[in-house]
Every structure is written in structure tokens, then in C-alpha cells.
């Protein structure tokens, strides 16, 4: 069964930057994809991106493209986000996530982190 611990959010400034991790215990194949999802207060959950471990292909949300990158750290097992030019509307719980198969689509995650909060003020 796989596992997944967020870490890395906090408090930021708007402008400001934050990178976000996951570590993944457990088998992660190469046709699975790992996203981060976020739920600000009162919102839906919205997919913010994922990769594709096979090829590190990316997909982003039109919300956050040009802001975010997605990478991923095999080796070890670990995810990241990386956050630029953030703004107040970005505050939310931000979640790992991992699908165990390719779709260009944020439907089908099965495996959840616990998330990890991010604020940004104006």
C-alpha cells in the first residue's frame, strides 16, 4: 500500500515562493501518475498538476500554469511543487496524490497524503 507525507507549507507573502515535497513509502510503478490537489475553506478540491512517472511529462491546472513546476524524484521516492509569484487565492490545503494509471484528466486518484497548509497574504 502506498503512502504519502506532505511536507514543506507555511506562511508566505504574496510574490513569494514555496516548494512543497511528498514522500511516497511503497511501491510507485512507471504508469502511475502523482499529482498535488488543494481545498481552500468553504471550496471544492481542484487539481492543481501531476506527473507521469513514466515519461515526467506534466500536466497543470490553467490556474497555476506558469507558476508551478511538478518534478519527481524516483530514487527516493519523493514529489515536489514548486510555487512562484503566489497569491492570496492560492491559500489552501495542499494534497499529494497518486493514480495508478495515465489519463490527462485529475479523476481517478486513489492514494492520498494528509496535506499540508499554505497562506498567503496580501
Known amino acids: 500500500r502506498v503512502q504519502l507525507v506532505e511536507s514543506g507549507g507555511g506562511s508566505v507573502q504574496a510574490g513569494g515562493s514555496l516548494r512543497l515535497s511528498c514522500a511516497a513509502s511503497?511501491?510507485?510503478?512507471?504508469?502511475?501518475?502523482l499529482g498535488w490537489f488543494r481545498q481552500a475553506p468553504g471550496n471544492e478540491r481542484e487539481g492543481v498538476g501531476f506527473i507521469y512517472a513514466l515519461s515526467g511529462s506534466t500536466y497543470y491546472a490553467d490556474s497555476v500554469k506558469g507558476r508551478v513546476t511538478i518534478s519527481r524524484d524516483g530514487a527516493n521516492n519523493m514529489l515536489f511543487l514548486e510555487m512562484n509569484s503566489l497569491k492570496p487565492e492560492d491559500t489552501a490545503m495542499y494534497y499529494c496524490?497518486?493514480?495508478?494509471?495515465?489519463?490527462?484528466?485529475?479523476?481517478?486518484?486513489?492514494?492520498w497524503g494528509q496535506g499540508t497548509q499554505v497562506t498567503v497574504s496580501s
Open positions: 496524490a497518486a493514480r495508478t494509471y495515465y489519463a490527462r484528466s485529475f479523476q481517478g486518484f486513489d492514494y
Open positions: 511503497g511501491q510507485i510503478y512507471s504508469n502511475w501518475c
